[in-house]
Protein backbone atom coordinates (compact mmCIF):
# COMPACT_ATOMS: atom_id res chain seq x y z
CA UNK A 1 0.00 0.00 0.00
CA UNK A 2 0.94 3.68 -0.26
CA UNK A 3 3.08 4.69 2.91
CA UNK A 4 0.62 6.13 5.19
CA UNK A 5 2.19 9.60 7.11
CA UNK A 6 2.21 9.10 10.59
CA UNK A 7 0.62 12.53 11.10
CA UNK A 8 -2.46 11.49 9.86
CA UNK A 9 -2.47 9.02 13.39
CA UNK A 10 -1.27 11.26 15.73
CA UNK A 11 -4.70 12.76 16.98
CA UNK A 12 -6.17 8.86 17.29
CA UNK A 13 -6.77 7.52 20.51
CA UNK A 14 -4.48 4.21 20.02
CA UNK A 15 -1.74 6.54 18.76
CA UNK A 16 -1.91 9.57 20.79
CA UNK A 17 0.54 8.98 23.19
CA UNK A 18 3.05 7.44 21.19
CA UNK A 19 6.36 9.15 19.27
CA UNK A 20 6.30 9.75 15.29
CA UNK A 21 8.94 6.97 15.21
CA UNK A 22 6.61 4.15 17.08
CA UNK A 23 4.05 4.90 15.16
CA UNK A 24 5.99 4.72 11.69
CA UNK A 25 7.18 1.08 13.60
CA UNK A 26 3.64 0.36 13.84
CA UNK A 27 2.40 1.66 10.85
CA UNK A 28 5.11 -0.14 8.95
CA UNK A 29 3.34 -3.56 9.74
CA UNK A 30 0.05 -2.93 8.88
CA UNK A 31 -1.65 -3.95 5.59
CA UNK A 32 -4.64 -1.69 4.32
CA UNK A 33 -7.76 -3.13 2.87
CA UNK A 34 -11.04 -2.00 1.52
CA UNK A 35 -14.10 -3.19 2.22
CA UNK A 36 -17.51 -3.06 -0.14
CA UNK A 37 -20.85 -2.21 1.86
CA UNK A 38 -22.65 -5.14 3.35
CA UNK A 39 -18.89 -7.22 3.40
CA UNK A 40 -18.02 -9.06 6.63
CA UNK A 41 -14.75 -8.22 8.02
CA UNK A 42 -14.81 -10.96 9.95
CA UNK A 43 -17.60 -13.31 11.71
CA UNK A 44 -18.29 -14.01 15.52
CA UNK A 45 -16.69 -17.70 16.89
CA UNK A 46 -14.04 -17.51 13.87
CA UNK A 47 -10.47 -17.35 14.71
CA UNK A 48 -9.41 -13.99 15.67
CA UNK A 49 -6.11 -13.87 13.25
CA UNK A 50 -6.15 -9.71 12.90
CA UNK A 51 -7.13 -7.12 14.39
CA UNK A 52 -8.04 -3.68 12.83
CA UNK A 53 -7.94 0.34 12.66
CA UNK A 54 -11.17 1.69 10.58
CA UNK A 55 -9.66 4.46 8.65
CA UNK A 56 -12.49 5.51 6.94
CA UNK A 57 -16.39 4.21 6.81
CA UNK A 58 -18.66 2.36 9.40
CA UNK A 59 -18.79 -0.70 10.98
CA UNK A 60 -21.47 -2.20 12.27
CA UNK A 61 -21.33 -4.71 15.20
CA UNK A 62 -23.21 -7.66 15.32
CA UNK A 63 -23.58 -10.09 18.51
CA UNK A 64 -25.79 -13.86 18.27
CA UNK A 65 -27.84 -14.40 21.24
CA UNK A 66 -28.56 -17.84 22.58
CA UNK A 67 -31.62 -18.55 20.37
CA UNK A 68 -29.94 -17.79 17.44
CA UNK A 69 -31.18 -14.17 16.74
CA UNK A 70 -28.68 -11.86 15.32
CA UNK A 71 -28.62 -7.79 17.27
CA UNK A 72 -26.61 -4.66 15.89
CA UNK A 73 -25.06 -4.04 19.15
CA UNK A 74 -22.70 -1.02 18.16
CA UNK A 75 -21.31 0.88 15.36
CA UNK A 76 -17.75 2.06 15.09
CA UNK A 77 -16.26 5.48 13.81
CA UNK A 78 -13.54 5.67 11.71
CA UNK A 79 -10.47 6.45 14.17
CA UNK A 80 -11.16 3.25 16.21
CA UNK A 81 -9.11 -0.23 16.61
CA UNK A 82 -11.62 -3.24 16.46
CA UNK A 83 -11.51 -6.75 16.40
CA UNK A 84 -9.07 -6.80 19.14
CA UNK A 85 -10.11 -10.02 20.59
CA UNK A 86 -6.30 -10.17 22.07
CA UNK A 87 -7.77 -7.66 24.76
CA UNK A 88 -10.55 -9.96 25.75
CA UNK A 89 -7.78 -12.51 26.42
CA UNK A 90 -9.56 -14.06 23.65
CA UNK A 91 -8.90 -16.48 20.38
CA UNK A 92 -12.15 -16.19 18.54
CA UNK A 93 -14.09 -12.90 17.59
CA UNK A 94 -16.89 -12.00 20.28
CA UNK A 95 -18.94 -10.77 17.58
CA UNK A 96 -19.06 -10.09 13.38
CA UNK A 97 -17.99 -6.90 12.17
CA UNK A 98 -19.87 -6.10 8.92
CA UNK A 99 -19.25 -2.47 6.65
CA UNK A 100 -21.62 -0.52 7.10
CA UNK A 101 -20.67 1.70 4.27
CA UNK A 102 -17.89 1.41 1.98
CA UNK A 103 -14.87 1.53 4.61
CA UNK A 104 -10.82 1.24 4.26
CA UNK A 105 -9.01 -0.67 7.56
CA UNK A 106 -5.59 -1.19 8.83
CA UNK A 107 -5.17 -4.78 10.09
CA UNK A 108 -2.52 -6.59 11.93
CA UNK A 109 -1.40 -10.32 12.74
CA UNK A 110 -3.25 -10.81 16.20
CA UNK A 111 0.79 -12.32 17.13
CA UNK A 112 1.46 -8.29 17.34
CA UNK A 113 -0.88 -7.28 19.68
CA UNK A 114 1.36 -8.25 23.27
CA UNK A 115 4.62 -6.68 21.56
CA UNK A 116 2.43 -3.44 20.59
CA UNK A 117 0.91 -3.34 24.12
CA UNK A 118 4.15 -4.15 25.68
CA UNK A 119 6.39 -2.30 24.08
CA UNK A 120 3.87 0.99 23.78
CA UNK A 121 2.44 2.22 26.87
CA UNK A 122 -0.28 4.46 25.68
CA UNK A 123 -1.18 2.20 22.92
CA UNK A 124 -2.35 -0.47 25.81
CA UNK A 125 -3.89 2.51 27.97
CA UNK A 126 -5.96 4.29 24.87
CA UNK A 127 -7.01 0.71 23.81
CA UNK A 128 -8.49 -0.68 27.31
CA UNK A 129 -10.21 2.77 27.73
CA UNK A 130 -11.72 2.41 24.35
CA UNK A 131 -12.91 -1.52 24.91
CA UNK A 132 -13.63 -0.21 28.50
CA UNK A 133 -16.31 2.25 26.97
CA UNK A 134 -17.68 -0.32 24.21
CA UNK A 135 -18.09 -2.73 26.22
CA UNK A 136 -20.57 -0.24 28.41
CA UNK A 137 -22.48 0.44 25.28
CA UNK A 138 -23.42 -2.40 24.19
CA UNK A 139 -24.17 -3.49 28.14
CA UNK A 140 -26.67 -0.78 27.42
CA UNK A 141 -27.87 -1.79 24.50
CA UNK A 142 -28.69 -4.99 25.64
CA UNK A 143 -30.14 -3.73 29.11
CA UNK A 144 -32.17 -1.07 27.07
CA UNK A 145 -33.94 -4.13 24.73
CA UNK A 146 -34.91 -6.04 27.90
CA UNK A 147 -36.28 -3.15 29.75
CA UNK A 148 -37.66 -0.47 27.67
CA UNK A 149 -40.97 0.46 25.57
CA UNK A 150 -40.15 -0.80 22.03
CA UNK A 151 -40.96 2.90 21.13
CA UNK A 152 -38.09 4.19 23.19
CA UNK A 153 -35.72 1.77 21.81
CA UNK A 154 -36.14 2.60 18.43
CA UNK A 155 -35.91 6.34 19.28
CA UNK A 156 -32.51 5.51 21.42
CA UNK A 157 -30.75 3.52 18.39
CA UNK A 158 -31.47 6.73 15.91
CA UNK A 159 -30.13 9.40 18.37
CA UNK A 160 -26.76 6.98 19.37
CA UNK A 161 -26.68 6.80 15.71
CA UNK A 162 -26.78 10.34 15.29
CA UNK A 163 -24.28 11.08 18.02
CA UNK A 164 -21.78 8.39 16.84
CA UNK A 165 -21.80 9.77 13.01
CA UNK A 166 -24.39 12.54 12.64
CA UNK A 167 -23.53 15.10 10.43
CA UNK A 168 -25.25 18.76 10.07
CA UNK A 169 -27.46 19.22 6.40
CA UNK A 170 -30.65 22.00 5.47
CA UNK A 171 -32.68 19.33 7.72
CA UNK A 172 -31.18 18.33 10.84
CA UNK A 173 -28.66 15.89 11.90
CA UNK A 174 -28.38 13.62 8.64
CA UNK A 175 -26.77 9.52 10.05
CA UNK A 176 -23.79 9.38 7.74
CA UNK A 177 -23.76 5.71 6.96
CA UNK A 178 -26.80 3.44 5.18
CA UNK A 179 -28.96 2.37 7.59
CA UNK A 180 -31.94 0.08 6.54
CA UNK A 181 -35.70 -0.54 8.63
CA UNK A 182 -34.36 -4.17 9.25
CA UNK A 183 -30.91 -3.04 10.26
CA UNK A 184 -33.26 -0.38 13.11
CA UNK A 185 -34.97 -4.01 14.07
CA UNK A 186 -31.98 -5.40 14.56
CA UNK A 187 -30.51 -3.19 16.95
CA UNK A 188 -33.44 -2.95 18.73
CA UNK A 189 -35.18 -6.39 18.90
CA UNK A 190 -38.68 -5.54 16.98
CA UNK A 191 -39.82 -6.26 13.12
CA UNK A 192 -39.19 -4.16 10.13
CA UNK A 193 -42.94 -3.89 10.29
CA UNK A 194 -42.96 -1.81 13.81
CA UNK A 195 -39.92 0.14 12.09
CA UNK A 196 -41.37 1.39 9.35
CA UNK A 197 -44.74 2.55 11.46
CA UNK A 198 -42.82 4.48 14.09
CA UNK A 199 -40.46 6.14 11.05
CA UNK A 200 -43.70 7.31 9.03
CA UNK A 201 -45.10 8.56 11.94
CA UNK A 202 -42.55 9.96 12.96
CA UNK A 203 -41.90 11.73 9.27
CA UNK A 204 -45.34 12.80 9.72
CA UNK A 205 -44.76 14.93 12.89
CA UNK A 206 -41.15 16.72 11.77
CA UNK A 207 -39.31 14.48 13.67
CA UNK A 208 -37.26 12.48 11.40
CA UNK A 209 -36.96 12.34 7.47
CA UNK A 210 -36.42 9.06 6.04
CA UNK A 211 -36.01 7.67 3.02
CA UNK A 212 -34.38 4.33 1.35
CA UNK A 213 -31.06 3.73 3.80
CA UNK A 214 -31.05 7.30 4.63
CA UNK A 215 -32.43 8.91 7.95
CA UNK A 216 -32.24 12.64 9.02
CA UNK A 217 -33.17 13.63 12.78
CA UNK A 218 -34.66 16.84 12.14
CA UNK A 219 -35.52 17.28 15.63
CA UNK A 220 -33.27 16.01 18.42
CA UNK A 221 -34.77 17.09 21.26
CA UNK A 222 -38.72 15.67 21.11
CA UNK A 223 -36.67 12.34 19.98
CA UNK A 224 -34.51 12.68 23.28
CA UNK A 225 -38.14 12.84 24.67
CA UNK A 226 -39.98 9.99 23.33
CA UNK A 227 -36.61 7.76 24.08
CA UNK A 228 -37.16 8.30 27.67
CA UNK A 229 -33.93 10.86 27.94
CA UNK A 230 -31.41 8.51 26.38
CA UNK A 231 -29.63 8.51 23.32
Not at 108 to 125: N, Q
Not at 144 to 166: F, I, K, W
Amino acid sequence: MPKLDESLLTDLPPFSRLSRPEIRAVLDQATSRRYPEGRAIFREGHDADRFFLLLDGYIRVIRTTADGEQIIVLHIAPGQLFGIAPALRRDTYPATAMAAAESIALEWPSRLWHDFAARHDGFATETYKTLGERLGEIQGTLTEMATRAVEQRVAGALLRMANQSGRKSGDGIEIAFPITRQNIAEMTGTTVHTVSRLLAAWQKDGMVKSTRKHIVVTDPHRLVLLSGGHG
